[in-house]
């Protein structure tokens, strides 16, 4: 996979909130990893189809509960699960959608650390 389909289309859950114009990479086939601060989305599958996600929310010094929610603008959707995570340890967990997605679909995760939202990826699912 080319780096510059790797690059990060994520953006900031403080972007977004306050619905700022920004601008995002080239959209991307399903398979690859994507990050945003302490979030990543890695998918496992080609064109538009994804079997299985992995959300993984990187850690810090301190010891924390961890947890992360998944979804697609056409209205799939996952709860992660919620995991106490000791420092520097990164916590993962996948959500199985099992499905062709419509070209054009954002992908996104969302990860939490003590209930305050750490990262925001998102990328568009191509053929």
């Not at 398979?31 to 979030?39: E, F, L, P, T």
């Not at 603008?73 to 993962?92: C, H, I, M, P, Q």
């Not at 199985?96 to 305050?116: I, K, V």
């Amino acid at each position: 996979m080319s780096t510059l389909r790797k690059i990060v289309t994520g953006v900031s859950a403080a972007a977004a909130v306050v619905g700022c114009t920004f601008v995002t990479a080239p959209p991307a086939a399903a398979d690859g990893k994507w990050c945003n601060h302490s979030v990543c989305i890695e998918t496992y599958d080609i064109g538009t189809y994804l079997g299985r996600v992995e959300v993984s929310v990187t850690n810090t010094n301190q010891p924390n509960r961890i947890s992360a929610r998944v979804w697609t603008t056409n209205g799939w959707s996952a709860n992660l699960k919620t995991e106490d995570v000791a420092k520097f340890r990164t916590y993962r967990d996948q959500a199985y959608p099992q499905r062709h997605f419509p070209a054009g679909t954002r992908l996104c995760a969302e990860g939490f650390r003590g209930g305050s939202s750490v990262g925001l990826p998102c990328v568009t699912i191509t053929n």
